[in-house]
């Protein structure tokens, strides 16, 4: 792995799409080794994170043997919301990965309180 990506976070309450400030974002390889801890600011954002990845013309003609991607995981905490777990996210090269985090408030899950959110995104068809 010899190129960069990017991945940038945006953080609402609901789907009322209000920016959430102070949410903890971890980003992990996928062994579990974490790659970066951020919080988000009042407009709900972290600055883009960098991550290694294939080169881009891996990605271009891949080898069915190899993913031209790397891919991450990604945890959003923050106190009296749910938690959020967003799986295998793709990131190539030259590229940012947009991940809209849509937290819902604890009070709206009574039921629910100690409920993670967990999105599981595919391999890509590549």
């Known amino acids: 792995m010899s190129a960069t990506g990017y991945i940038k976070v945006n953080a609402y309450e609901s789907y009322a799409r209000l920016p959430l400030k ?14 970066a801890l951020r919080l988000t600011d009042r407009s709900g954002q972290i600055a883009p994170i960098e991550i290694p990845v294939p080169d881009l013309a891996d990605s271009q003609a891949p080898d069915p043997g190899e ?35 849509v937290m819902i408030p604890l009070a709206e899950l009574p039921q629910q309180w100690d409920q993670t959110a967990i999105f599981l995104t595919p391999p890509q068809n590549l």
């Open 67 to 101: 993913k031209p991607y790397a891919a991450v995981n990604l945890y959003a905490h923050l106190r009296g919301y749910e938690l959020i777990e967003s799986e295998n996210l793709q990131v190539f090269a030259d590229t940012t990965t947009v991940q809209d985090l």
């Open 22 to 35: 102070d949410v903890a974002v971890t980003v992990t390889a996928e062994d579990g080794t974490a790659i």
